[in-house]
């Protein structure tokens, strides 16, 4: 859970700080296994966002470009595609510019991009007869949502997690985002549909909420600790400075926990 939350490009260090005041920090200094009273993954990411700001809110675009084995300039691709276009098997979506092969939506959140966002990029997808596997498409986003949501049913099914704090989580979010969404207006404030299936709701709402040591383990405290997930995460994401907020809903949920249950 912590390597996903990471800017591909951040240096060593950074990992090896993150990793460590998750671990001694965030679990060990409660005592160990089973102790901790908050998630040490998002403990971790946490500090990393507070101490480097900076290198952790960084996601590169990729400047250069491997073409068999190679490494060439964006600037000389525009010459090489013609000529080489049948040997080194391009993706058909580019189309002559080296700009096509510049994924510029690969960034911390797409929330970025879509805050004001009236329609979804899979039913655009699909009114324009576009493979949603397809670059341009732009469904990349959410898809990853759908899986993380197909794995969280899995994990359901098998008994691994309980249904109250994904749901209440989910139920929270769709709620606030449906009264709050005005699609006749310019509010940055998204659809419940851009607010389910982008940056980490999916991942967050079923693999790091449910952490069976640092959540509520009543019933009761448990749908109780997923509102407070959903508020935060809506609160922080449309009000707040950060473009997605499940590290920060959920370490608020987890000083909440014990008095819930």
């Not at 675009?61 to 013609?82: A, F, K, R, Y």
């Not at 929330?111 to 732009?138: H, V, W």
């Amino acid at each position: 859970l912590f390597a996903l939350s990471i800017p591909i490009g951040a240096p060593w260090w950074i990992i090896l700080s993150g990793v460590g005041f998750a671990i001694l920090i965030g679990k060990h200094a409660f005592g160990g296994l089973g102790q901790n009273s908050f998630n040490p993954a998002m403990c971790g990411y946490l500090f990393l966002l507070l101490s480097f700001p900076l290198a952790m809110t960084t996601w590169h675009v990729p400047l250069t470009h491997s073409v068999n084995g190679d490494l060439i300039s964006p600037l000389s691709l525009d010459g090489m595609l013609q000529s080489a276009s049948a040997s080194l098997a391009l993706p058909r979506f580019v189309s002559g510019s080296a700009d096509a092969l510049i994924d510029g939506m690969t960034m911390a959140t797409p929330l970025i991009e879509y805050k004001m966002a009236a329609t979804n990029a899979i039913g655009k997808a699909i009114a324009n007869q576009e493979s949603l596997f397809d670059r341009n498409s732009a469904t990349g986003w959410e898809l990853i949502n759908i899986a993380y949501l197909t794995g969280g049913l899995l994990l359901l099914g098998l008994g691994v997690i309980r249904w109250h704090i994904p749901l209440a989580v989910l139920i929270t979010l769709t709620a606030l985002s449906g009264v709050f969404y005005s699609s006749g207006s310019a509010s940055i404030v998204g659809t419940p549909y851009l607010h389910l299936f982008s940056g980490a709701t999916m991942l967050g709402a079923f693999f790091i909420a449910t952490d069976p040591v640092s959540a509520a383990t009543t019933n009761g405290g448990r749908i109780a600790y997923g509102i407070t997930i959903g508020l935060t995460l809506y609160s922080v994401r449309v009000w707040g400075s950060y473009l997605d907020a499940v590290a920060i809903a959920v370490i608020f949920a987890n000083f909440w926990a014990p008095l819930y249950d």
